[in-house]
């Protein structure tokens, strides 16, 4: 076993409070520390300003005022290539993939990393997402069979690791994650103690990055499309709507183009991308809109797979696919070919094919793998069960 001390960290500066705290922390154990900007995106908004240059302008504030060199570097190209245009495919397919997890795995520790080290001879990188390590902030292991294990935030309403769930063992091993062990709170009073008040109030952005403060069907309009299709009625199967294309829609949304008087509130259960049709249920609560199983591609494995799963055994462990949504116990089973089937203990809602299902062991975040498709729903397997019964009453 190889053990590695780090001392020069670049360390990625956003312009938020996150970054600026985690860059400060580092610089106070004693690291060489670099703050790195990296732009990924370069829209203008109406009035011809760039977010993306008030933040670089923060970032560069941020390092100032804490003493560490600031540099930036231009990342649109890659983001363009790896993460929007895939981003762009799935829509049109239908899917409703997760662009922030693509572009942790791709850029921030892909692309970043290795700029990281090929540019500043760097031992290792840091951001300010809330996660932590199985090997701590000191030392980490290189080359070493033990591995390093991704583990979940003390602040469990921040915790990221559901974002973290596609990066390799190999950058994880070369990362630092100084919020790991402070809650939100306890970041912000670090940032304002230290003369970073305005940072601390700075909104804290959220959503998709390229998507800024525009409505998204009207964003992802100006790159797909429309491809008109009929919206019907998962119960009856009589038509009772319309939509300019499957792509301005994601499942367990309310849609709003049916005859309200006669069916009431109605909510996506399924996307046909062949047919363009839309099924929805009405009622928020609908047995169709619920499943107890569906498949995933393999996972990505961050330090190793679960005991049994190469030989097919039932894996006990937990899942979730929306990040503020809590784990679910679930087992995991590797199908033939390129497949594994997650069972839940329970229903889950809307459950997306294109999103990721992210697996947990305890504080452990193990992986994630691409949902590729739903089982039955509970309507469905209750259709059946009626069937069955009728089948049997002649």
Known sequence: MVVRSFQRIVCGVSGGVDSAVSAYILKQKGYEVIGLFMKNWDEKDESGQCSTDHDRDDAKFVCQHIGIPFHGVNFVKEYWNDVFSPFLKDYQSGSVPNPDIVCNRQIKFGVFLRHALKQFSADAIATGHYARTSVGENLQYKDSNIGVKLLKARD????????????????????????????????????????????ARKRESMGICFVGKRKFPTFIGEYIEPRPGNVIHVET??????????????????IIHVNHGRFGKCFIVDKNNLTQDIIIAPGTNHPALFNEEFYTTLPNWINKEPTGFSDSKNCDLECRFQRKVLPVPCIVNKCSGEQVRVTLSEPMRSITPGQYAVFYNGEECLGSGVITQKGPSLYDLQQGQKITHNQRST
């Open 237 to 254: 199967g009589e038509v009772v709507g319309d939509h300019q294309g499957i792509h301005h829609y994601t499942l367990g949304q309310r």
């Open 156 to 199: 469990s309403w921040k915790d990221q690791t559901f974002f973290l769930s596609q990066i390799p063992q190999s950058a994880l091993q070369r990362v630092l994650f100084p919020l790991g062990d402070l809650l939100k709170s306890e970041v912000k009073h670090i940032a304002s103690e230290v003369g970073l008040q305005r940072i």
